[in-house]
């Protein structure tokens, strides 16, 4: 079964804590600004003013960073938000922070 959010919206699965080496258990630096996780789901694209779809720049299964916003849904392990609120993709095992 595959779920997909509404229109103009994406499902991200956030990034958990990592495990070092040896017993202790960190995350990584985050300032707080931005996230970084998987797009799980995209839902249909944006339509502009002129009637045009607006597609995204990034697909499913990419990591990608997003802006923490307050105005996020949660769904279970997912973050609902709005497509524009992804800034980059990521690509392989790049770090922020």
Known sequence: MKFYPTRGKVAIKVEGTRQAEGPIIYEEKNNGLYGAGFVASIGKPVIMEN???LLP???EGQRVVYENRKDFQFFGDFIMMNQSSVVA??????KIG
Do not use: A, H, I, R
């Open 51 to 53: 009637g045009k779809e």
């Open 57 to 59: 720049d990034f697909s």
């Open 89 to 94: 993709v990521l690509d392989g095992e790049t």
